[in-house]
């Protein structure tokens, strides 16, 4: 026999409560707790049985055997890359992203290509059968090695899995999938973390790779992150809104490969594909004789993006001066003003700042400090920067250009697309590997720099 009990859940992070609270200890989170039901045995001596079971043997570390992980290979080269080098057997792979970004259609790209490797069940609990397909029509996906069902039961799924025996499962979505022994909602924390957890072990006791795509809350957080970030090996994301013609898909955990490489994918009319060249098509549009446009360079992973920097100052109508950002730190655009109006006297005390990276893409690291602040001098102060001369350092409080990493992946990329100049930090000319076309040219502070672009 089982007992009924009652418990609150945090749907944000997944903190367990025994009576109702209005504010998360945990996260934080207002008006976050739900109230779910669940069964335990009245005797427990005995543990309750679970769907899948997994287990392996004690062993001594220099009696197992190390082979090389036996990746699969896909026809998308930027979901490779992401992933490592290729889809690794028996990982558990989370897909997230906003409604309507492309999360379906990536998922039915990649299984066209893992059906030439295996057998691949993919599993709709948002849309019918027919639905599937017309969309597989759409984007020319033919391949009889995949299998569709609509399902949103788990015991279902793994009966399913247990009889057509994939390689390959893709599950759209987590949130719509259940336990049959939970008596919560689908989508509540415990039955994401419950189906997440059969869904691992059964990746790992069948050698199978799984790939769960989920949906992201009102803040554009994957529901239930915490929950789900630790049972999976691989979080894959979409940044960007669905409004952007350029989708970027970021890897923020892997178990197998880097976690700072992206994909660059364009949504056509046929589906998404890859973006072979992102600085071309990111300085595409770019303004050429206008105030305040300048371009950087931005390593994502491995690989070094050219990004237009965008400033624009406006004399503010209110008592406090707005400093609006896109695509960068807001908290360094505030050092990096105080460090103009301190070190440069610039008056930018009454002044609306206006900061955007043009395409829709996020920089993470502190590279494009000098490109920013230059790009809000050259607004300011109305001259026009250089088009062939490209700018990257990192700014410190004292007005300095502090050293970068990767400084010579940066200018070789420069010189693919035609520039001529590059102001890099002092400290990089030392040691440096570049041998190509560009004029180098080393500042050690951002009055150096401006100076420059000025002349």
């Known amino acids: 026999m089982k007992k009924q009990k009652t418990k609150f859940l945090c749907q944000q992070c997944g903190y367990e409560s025994v009576q109702w609270l209005g504010k998360c200890p945990s996260c934080g989170v207002w008006n976050s ?49 992401m992933l490592g080098g290729g889809v690794v057997p028996g990982s558990l792979i989370l897909l997230g992203g906003a409604p309507g970004i492309g999360k379906s259609t990536l998922m039915l790209h990649v299984s066209d290509a893992l059906s030439d490797k295996g057998t691949v069940l993919y599993i709709s609990g948002e849309e019918s059968l027919f639905q599937i397909k017309s969309r597989a029509e759409r984007l020319k996906v033919r391949k009889d090695n995949i299998f569709l069902a609509s399902e949103t039961n788990l015991q279902n799924i793994i009966d399913a899995i247990n009889k057509i025996e994939p390689k390959f499962i893709v599950v759209d979505s987590i949130q719509t999938t259940y336990h049959p022994e939970l008596s919560s909602a689908p989508g509540t924390v415990g039955q994401v973390r419950e189906t997440a ?36 090996d691989t979080v894959l994301y979409f940044e960007n809104e669905r409004q952007h013609t350029y989708r970027i898909l970021r890897a923020y955990k892997n178990r197998f490969g880097p976690t700072s490489e992206i994909g660059i994918f364009e949504m056509k009319s046929c589906g998404l594909s890859e973006v072979s060249n992102p600085s071309l098509i990111f300085l595409g549009e770019r303004t050429i004789n206008a105030a305040g446009n300048i371009v950087t360079v931005a390593m994502e992973g491995t690989r070094p993006l050219l990004l237009e920097v965008q400033a624009l100052t406006a004399r503010t ?34 002044q609306d700042v ?74 990089n000319l030392k040691n440096l590997s570049y041998k190509g076309k560009i004029n180098v040219i080393g500042a050690g502070t951002l009055e150096a720099a401006i100076k420059f672009l000025r002349n």
Not at 43 to 65: C, E, N
Not at 204 to 218: A, C, E, Q, R, Y
Not at 398 to 426: D, H, M, Q, T, Y
């Open 197 to 232: 957890a059969e869904l691992l072990r059964i990746a790992k006791s069948k050698n199978i790779t799984v790939f769960l795509l989920g949906h992201v809350t009102k803040e554009g957080d994957l529901a239930g992150p915490r929950v789900l970030e630790h049972i999976v």
């Open 354 to 427: 206006f900061v955007n990276i043009a395409g829709g893409v996020k920089i993470k690291e502190t590279s494009a400090d000098l490109a920013v602040a230059c790009a809000i001098v050259s607004a300011n102060s109305g001259f026009i920067c250089p088009k062939d001369v490209i700018v990257f350092g990192e700014v410190g409080l004292a007005g300095e250009i502090r050293s970068i990493a990767l400084v010579a992946e940066r200018l070789f990329e420069a010189e693919k697309l035609g520039f001529k100049k590059a102001i890099i930090p002092n400290g």
């Open 33 to 81: 707790f739900a109230e779910e039901k669940f069964s335990t045995p009245i005797k427990t001596s005995f543990p309750t049985r679970q769907l899948t079971g997994f287990s392996s043997k004690v062993l001594k570390l220099q009696d197992i055997s190390v082979k090389e992980f036996l990746r699969y290979q896909t026809s998308i080269k930027e979901f490779d890359n």
């Open 317 to 350: 109508a209110f008592g406090i001066p707005r400093r609006m950002v896109s695509g960068y730190d807001a908290n360094r655009i505030t050092i990096i003003i105080a460090v103009l109006e301190k070190r440069l006297d610039l008056p930018l005390e009454m």
